[in-house]
């Protein structure tokens, strides 16, 4: 489980400002996600990748963009925080349907 | 797209005694199914899945049954410790596919 990390673990920002989530996995699996996890709403898909430079929307991306120019980073990028972006975003990687998750960054839009 | 339903949402048991936690999925065609258990404060981990071929699989004290008929499928704990408290998600890949969707969580309490 090292081998994928998330940084920044918490954050704070006020809305308006735009804000980069990263995620970095040391196991070159060609799969990554990104999820949004709050009270009521379980995990929810908002981005994933299926290699470098190929990426798909998901349940809920309105609000975010992401990139994947390397096959191990996929940053999440908040254009514009708004409050309902408050929440804990969770990575993950997949290799053969099972999928790993990261630690987590806690990020709360004031 | 594929929709998942569990249930209980919270299930509180007495140490020793067996969970059973349950899910629904909707698209016939979903082909494996894992189960995560997320601790307070963690991240989501991995704890037993299952492929759409077998009905069954154990590991030490969880299981996993599937119901393809029936599109269900359920995650057994027997012998509970207080370890064991935590949220359990279920959740669904739909065949061809490599999105999971998620059950909403079942919050686990082993009383002692």
């Known amino acids: 489980d090292a081998g994928i990390t998330q940084s920044p673990r918490y954050k704070i920002t006020e809305t308006g400002r735009q804000v980069t989530l990263m995620c970095h996995q040391t196991?070159?699996?060609?799969?990554m996600f990104w999820y949004r996890q709050d009270l009521g709403h379980g995990l929810r898909l908002i981005y994933y990748?299926?290699?470098?430079?190929?990426?798909d929307k998901g349940e809920v991306p309105d609000g975010y963009v992401v990139s994947r120019s390397k096959t191990e980073n996929f940053p999440l990028t908040l254009e514009s925080a708004t409050r309902s972006q408050t929440s804990v975003y969770f990575c993950?990687?997949?290799?053969?349907?099972?999928?790993?998750f990261g630690p987590g960054t806690r990020l709360t839009v004031t | 797209g594929e929709n998942v339903e569990q249930h209980p949402s919270t299930l509180s048991v007495q140490e020793g005694d067996s969970a059973v936690i349950k899910c629904t999925y909707s698209d016939s065609a979903s082909n494996y199914f894992p189960w995560y258990k997320q601790e307070l404060g963690k991240r989501p981990q991995l704890i037993i899945d299952?492929?759409?071929?077998?009905g069954e699989k154990k590991d030490q004290r969880i299981a996993v049954t599937l119901n393809k008929t029936a599109k269900h499928f359920s995650l057994h704990i027997t012998e509970t410790q207080p370890e064991d408290s935590a949220v359990y998600f279920c959740?669904?890949?739909?065949?061809?596919?490599?999105?999971?969707?998620f059950g909403t969580g079942t919050q686990l309490k082993v009383e002692l």
């Open positions: 990748s299926a290699a470098a430079d190929i990426t």
């Open positions: 959740a669904a890949l739909p065949g061809g596919g490599n999105k999971l969707t």
């Open positions: 299952i492929r759409s071929n077998v």
């Open positions: 196991w070159s699996h060609s799969y």
């Open positions: 993950a990687s997949s290799v053969s349907y099972e999928q790993y």
